[in-house]
T-cell receptor, first 114, second 119 residues
Framework: DGGITQSPKYLFRKEGQNVTLSCEQN?????MYWYRQDPGQGLRLIYY???????QKGDIAEGYSVSREKKESFPLTVTSAQKNPTAFYLC?????????????FGDGTRLSIL | AQKITQTQPGMFVQEKEAVTLDCTYD???????LFWYKQPSSGEMIFLIY??????QNATEGRYSLNFQKARKSANLVISASQLGDSAMYFC????????????????FGTGTRLQVTL
């Protein structure tokens, strides 16, 4: 079945450590997105990518970095510069060029500070 | 100003009853799309229904329908015949501008409404 796979499901970060969240999709979607969700809040866009080797900052990109070397993969690195990284991270992808195409989401990664 | 406003942090509904979840939006674009997602306690986001700004009919998908009032800038989700499995967070989201090939469709989300279905 086609879908989006995020790993790991739970992740713990030590002070000063960079951690990388994985996102893989087999839906053949061009666009991919990373969102952050804090408790009781909506989703906020961190980074998005329209095509391989290209990505743009979202609303809260500071302290995060991404890469898009393959169409299927869009990993997110939470750097030590992100001082409040504890949150639920969701990856999504979508088809483009069609007005009504929804974003499809993975199951998320919960990141906590040790 | 908030682009998507969901004023009901929590709602209760009895099983088999209908419930309306409110969503108002703010945009100056003529072309936009409105989406509703369901988020169960497990965390995944499930797409429910879509309404385009040029759609003349209200969208429907099974037990879900959208009460779209363009002049009021509201896109309320109606769930008919509620089931216990409908208990979840519900998010309204908006994509502004036209969607062209090769462009990403950024979504702006509201803060959500937690729906609890009771016996």
């Amino acid at each position: 079945d086609g879908g989006i796979t995020q790993s790991p499901k739970y992740l713990f970060r030590k002070e000063g450590q960079n951690v990388t969240l994985s996102c893989e999709q087999n839906l053949n979607h061009d666009a991919m997105y990373w969102y952050r969700q804090d408790p009781g809040q909506g989703l906020r866009l961190i980074y998005y990518s329209q095509i391989v080797n290209d990505f743009q900052k979202g609303d809260i990109a500071e302290g995060y970095s991404v890469s898009r070397e393959k169409k299927e993969s869009f990993p997110l690195t939470v750097t030590s510069a992100q001082k409040n990284p504890t949150a639920f991270y969701l990856c999504a992808s979508s088809r483009e060029g069609a007005y009504n195409q929804p974003q499809h989401f993975g199951d998320g990664t919960r990141l906590s500070i040790l | 100003a908030q682009k998507i406003t969901q004023t009901q942090p929590g709602m209760f509904v009895q099983e088999k009853e209908a419930v309306t979840l409110d969503c108002t939006y703010d945009t100056s674009d003529q072309s936009y799309g409105l989406f509703w997602y369901k988020q169960p306690s497990s965390g995944e986001m499930i797409f429910l229904i879509y309404q385009g700004s040029y759609d003349e009919q209200n969208a429907t998908e099974g037990r879900y329908s959208l009460n779209f009032q363009k002049a009021r800038k509201s896109a309320n989700l109606v769930i008919s015949a509620s089931q216990l499995g409908d208990s979840a967070m519900y998010f309204c989201a908006m994509r502004e501008g036209k969607s062209f090939a090769g462009t990403a469709s950024k979504l702006t989300f509201g803060t959500g409404t937690r729906l609890q279905v009771t016996l």
